[in-house]
């Protein structure tokens, strides 16, 4: 019983940290989606080819685009987590191994999201709901 309650608060954790990780992420594609629209206005379309400035346009789009896509999954999940849904642990648990590549924060907080999700605890704890 006392693994359940010690894997409960870090099941919390795990969610805040997604929650507020993921509120940041989608302010940053925010910021960066209107940052670039500024930024290809001064770009001078008559001296790029144009397969180029559509390589730099999609390039402009998709970034925002993708960090947008990742912290809405977070978002989701983080919030999925705290009501202890066994899909949002299986979300978080994608999202984590996909930040681990993000040195040094994302890497910290994947391996701590993936050990926590990943412990016989954790799986019971979700399993009762």
Do not use: C, N
């Not at 993000?102 to 019971?124: A, N, R």
């Amino acid at each position: 019983m006392e693994d359940s309650i010690r894997m409960k608060k870090h099941v919390t954790i795990v969610a805040a940290i997604h929650i507020g990780f993921a509120i940041l992420g989608l302010i940053a594609a925010l910021f960066a989606f209107f940052l670039m629209d500024f930024a290809k206005g001064f770009i001078p379309e008559d001296e790029i080819p144009g397969t180029v400035m559509k390589l730099i346009s999609g390039l402009m789009a998709t970034i925002p685009l993708v960090v947008g896509v990742i912290s809405t999954l977070r978002l989701v999940g983080g919030i999925g987590l705290l009501s202890q849904h066994m899909w949002a642990r299986y979300v978080i648990i994608v999202v984590s191994a996909l930040g681990l590549l993000k040195i040094p924060i994302g890497t910290l907080t994947g391996v701590y999201s993936l050990w926590v999700l990943m412990q016989t605890e954790t799986v019971k704890l979700f399993e009762r709901k």
